[in-house]
Structure formats: structure tokens, C-alpha cells
């Protein structure tokens, strides 16, 4: 099993940066595709970001590309996502998610997730 814990959620003003945290335990985490969501209230979860294991290959949603990094340390069964420019439409719940699959985007895709952490943004 996977078992997911999102850190490093705050309030941050239009334009600042935040890193939130993806800590996993699990023997075979580093063979997961680990995938970002967010949800804002009344609104569906949608992908943000995911890293796959070959070749840390990455995608971004088109509203973040450019802004958003995410990368993983396998050692620390930890992944990042590193959050730039932000903008009060970035405000959601951020959930990490994994999946033993191909580097999808659906949130039907991923088996784990964390209980997510609230990233609000200010104008």
C-alpha cells in the first residue's frame, strides 16, 4: 500500500511562491506515477502536475505551464511541487496521488490519495 501526506499549503498573495510536499510510505513508491490534483469549492478535481519514474518524465495542465515544477526525491519518498506566480484562481485543496499506470491525467487513474492541504491565494 500507498499511503500519501501533502504538506506546505498556505496563504500567499497574488504573485508569491509556495512548495507543498508529498511525503509517501511505501516500498514500491518509487515505481508510482505521482500526480497533483486540485479542487476549488463547487468546482471538479483537476490535474495540475504528475512526474512518472522513467526518466522523471513530467506534464503540466495548461494553466499552470510555466509557473508550476514538480520533481521527486526517491530517496526521501518525497515529491514537490514547486508553485510560482500564483494567482488567486490557484486556490484549492491540493491533493498528491499515485498510480502504478502510464503518466495520465484522469483522476480516475490514481489509486492513492492524501488527505490534500488548502493553498489560498490573495489578490
Known amino acids: 500500500q500507498v499511503q500519501l501526506v501533502e504538506s506546505g499549503g498556505g496563504l500567499v498573495q497574488a504573485g508569491g511562491s509556495l512548495r507543498l510536499s508529498c511525503a509517501a510510505s511505501?516500498?514500491?513508491?518509487?515505481?508510482?506515477?505521482v500526480g497533483w490534483f486540485r479542487q476549488a469549492p463547487g468546482k471538479e478535481r483537476e490535474f495540475v502536475a504528475g512526474?512518472?519514474?522513467?526518466?522523471?518524465?513530467?506534464r503540466f495542465a495548461d494553466s499552470v505551464q510555466g509557473r508550476f515544477t514538480i520533481s521527486r526525491d526517491n530517496a526521501k519518498n518525497v515529491v514537490y511541487l514547486q508553485m510560482n506566480s500564483l494567482q488567486p484562481e490557484d486556490t484549492a485543496v491540493y491533493y498528491c496521488?499515485?498510480?502504478?499506470?502510464?503518466?495520465?491525467?484522469?483522476?480516475?487513474?490514481?489509486?492513492?490519495w492524501g488527505q490534500g492541504t488548502q493553498v489560498t491565494v490573495s489578490s
Open positions: 511505501g516500498r514500491s513508491f518509487s515505481t508510482y506515477v
Open positions: 496521488a499515485a498510480q502504478s499506470g502510464g503518466l495520465r491525467i484522469a483522476v480516475s487513474a490514481y489509486d492513492y
Open positions: 512526474v512518472a519514474w522513467i526518466d522523471s518524465v513530467t
